[in-house]
């Protein structure tokens, strides 16, 4: 018979309280902040900076091959941990506040440099800012999944979490655009301002730290409190065990599944995030006050699809949902654009064409895009319960990796594709709206529609194999009850 482990998930179901829930879905609100502030990264070092957009989208990919690696190294290292505060706290107090220090001097590059310079400043940084997000986020989302068991209650915990990281990415987007991006004498395109950058990273950086620390220091007595669960210990080398336990989670039908389909979905999320302001500005020919409007519209779609989807998810299958969810974001987002290129779209004089670009491409996209979003976290937990009956020892950290790694390609491979897309469109540094060609402008476009729908069909034929049905998880759950209720009986 196999060790004991010493700490595990809570030995009952129970229900998350109004504080743990709201407390620990705090931690969300800076990972949004971090996807609204990328959607301006490229954009800012490229068309503010003047270094060329496939440039920046190499550094970006540097440390997002770098967080291929780190992401499950840390992931097993959060599964063995064994410290007073539990496995997951010591990581998220500890980077927390580094994080927010980064996040800024991202930002605030000195005066002076060249493009080589930027680049030099540029790279270190994020390797930072992915390593130290890597010790916050893996831990952060496994221990999620340590907080129940319960089939629709981690939907409802995915729910609230991607309900704080959508502020937190609104906030971010309808900060910059109302207010430090606005227009100024100087600057008719407030987005094109140099000086407007670094006091909003000074900002978000301090509210990054704060809620961060907040998060997991208001948490760290429900980390305290997990209980023990019988089972054999995780063991082995701390450099080979992350990569051994990575390929015992990938003999699971719905984690490969799920796994190659969420990493695709986000790096298509991450080309559009990236491409944001080249097409709003060139292709759609709108200012930031308008971009800002088609903002709330798509965040008024994910947080109506949120409610939506989660009630939709005691009905039907997870799976499910993530198919329709990536189905009618693909219609919906994509069609425009080719509607546009074919000149089926209302000419920019009609007064149609603003609202109906808003609302297909803003609200109706990103209604669809919320099934898939809190979905994942919660597919991952069953996950979890899975992998438990298997082997007797829950390995959030590992399983989780993979959601933490797709965050990463939104905000690495994403940005990579957007740059080459950039320069093989010819949009140059300092280009002006009204300099773009018909050519660049078709170009653009298409190059976002086709690389969207290519991504996202991809991702539907790895998502289509996931297997772990409600059914199945409820027999899962029944089985690892027995067992706590007879500590003797283990998997072979």
């Known amino acids: 018979m196999s060790k004991t482990a010493e700490v595990s998930a809570p030995e009952s179901q129970g229900t998350l309280s109004r504080r743990l829930l709201a407390w620990y879905s705090l931690g969300a609100l800076p990972g949004g902040v971090a996807l609204g502030a990328g959607s301006f990264l490229v954009f800012y070092y490229n068309q503010v900076l003047g270094v060329p957009a496939a440039t920046v989208g190499l550094a970006i990919l540097a440390a997002s091959i770098f967080d291929a690696v780190t992401d499950p190294i840390v992931g097993a290292i959060s599964d063995r941990t064994r410290s007073r505060m539990g496995r997951r706290h010591p990581y998220m107090l500890a980077s927390a506040v580094p994080l927010g220090i980064v996040f800024t001097l991202i930002w605030v590059p000195p005066d002076g440099l060249g493009e080589r310079g930027l680049v030099a400043w540029l790279v270190p940084l994020l390797l930072m800012q992915r390593l130290l997000g890597t010790f916050y986020a893996v831990p952060y989302l496994a221990f999620g999944a340590e907080l129940t068991h319960d089939y629709h209650e981690r939907t409802a915990l995915t729910t609230v979490r991607a309900y704080l990281s959508s502020i937190g990415r609104s906030l971010t987007g309808a900060a910059l655009l109302l207010y430090f991006l606005r227009p100024t004498e100087q600057y008719p395109d407030g987005q094109l301002n140099p000086d407007a950058y670094p006091p909003f990273a000074i900002l978000f950086g301090l509210l990054t730290a704060i809620t961060l620390f907040a998060s997991a220091w208001r948490t760290r007595s429900d980390g305290q409190r997990l209980t023990t669960v019988r089972g054999p210990s995780l063991s082995g080398s701390i450099l080979w065990a992350p990569f051994r336990d990575v390929r015992d989670a990938l003999r699971y039908r719905s984690f490969r599944a799920l796994t190659f389909g969420v990493l695709l979905q986000y790096t298509a999320f991450g080309v559009a995030d990236a491409l944001g302001l080249y097409v709003t500005t060139f292709f759609w020919g709108v200012s930031t006050q308008i971009l800002f409007v088609w903002g709330i519209g798509m965040f008024s779609g994910m947080y109506v699809g949120f409610d939506f989807w989660r009630r939709v998810g005691t009905r039907l299958e997870k799976r499910s949902i993530y198919l329709i969810g990536t189905i009618g974001y693909v219609a919906s987002f994509t069609a425009p654009y080719v509607l546009k290129v074919l000149g089926w779209w209302p000419s920019p004089e009609s007064w149609i064409y603003l609202p109906l670009y808003i609302a297909t491409t803003g609200f109706v996209a990103h209604f669809f895009s919320a099934g898939p979003t809190i979905m994942t976290g919660s597919m991952l937990g069953d996950i979890t319960d899975l992998d438990e009956l298997e082997i007797g020892r829950r390995r959030e950290g590992v399983i989780f990796g993979a959601e933490s790694l ?71 759950r029944r089985v690892l009850e027995t067992r706590r209720a007879d500590p003797g009986v283990l998997p072979n």
């Open 406 to 476: 797709a965050y990463k390609l939104f905000v690495g491979i994403g940005p990579v594709i957007a740059g080459l897309l950039i320069d093989f469109a010819g949009i140059t540094p300092d280009m002006q709206p009204g300099e773009a060609t018909q050519s660049i402008v078709v170009a653009l476009g298409l190059g976002q529609g086709a690389t969207m729908a290519v991504l996202l069909a991809i991702s539907l034929t790895f998502l289509r194999k996931y297997d772990l049905t409600r059914e199945r998880h409820r027999t899962i």
